[in-house]
């Protein structure tokens, strides 16, 4: 019986042993905290820097009710802020003008969302359009606005940009 016991004491204290080093093998090190999620103005920056490698003007909401002149055949691209989970988006209410196309998707603002934390609800991020100038000159103006349409009250932000296409010049980033 003694025998019995003893064989029972020793079995609880492997068991115990082995379950603890056990866990504490499989343990996860802590992760480090991710990286801070860039900011709008930081994603805008950063394309602005990039455009003109890859053919575009890039113009923000610090454009609003400017006019800026291009040359034929250019791609601007108009990036602004947005939150898509609340309703919100931008849209075009009116265009004067035909020497500026819309050539975005179903001739629509995009929404890009920020790159957020995990189980970051709600954070936000950007719409943007693309437009190009064809082969004939004279300013074509935009005008958007970011509402919600199906609210009966109607408010909302505005935004407009008025892009004069010139043959004897092409516009680079920094020339605006």
Do not use: C
């Not at 093998?25 to 990039?50: C, D, G, R, Y």
């Not at 113009?59 to 800026?68: C, E, F, P, Q, R």
């Not at 190009?132 to 349409?149: A, L, V």
Request: glycine share 8%; charged share 20%.
């Amino acid at each position: 019986m003694l025998f019995l016991v003893v064989v029972m004491v020793v079995l609880v204290i492997l068991t115990k042993m082995v379950s603890h080093s056990f866990k504490h093998s499989i343990a996860p090190s802590p992760l480090p905290p991710p990286p801070a999620p860039p900011s709008i103005a930081e994603v805008i920056t950063q394309m602005k820097t990039l455009a003109p490698s890859m053919g575009k003007i890039v113009l923000s909401k610090a454009d609003n009710g400017k006019t800026v002149i291009i040359g034929l055949d250019e791609t601007v691209r108009i990036i602004l802020p947005g939150n898509a989970t609340t309703g919100f988006f931008w849209r075009i209410t009116n265009s004067t003008g035909k020497t500026v196309q819309i050539t975005s998707p179903n001739k629509k603002f995009i929404y890009e969302s920020s790159p957020h934390p995990i189980n970051f609800a709600g954070g936000g991020g950007f719409y943007h359009i693309d437009l190009m100038s064809g082969t004939d000159q004279g300013p074509t103006t935009f005008y958007f606005i970011y509402d919600r349409p199906f609210d009966e009250k109607k408010f909302g932000y505005d935004y407009s940009i008025t892009l004069d296409v010139r043959k004897e010049k092409k516009t680079t980033q920094h020339e605006r």
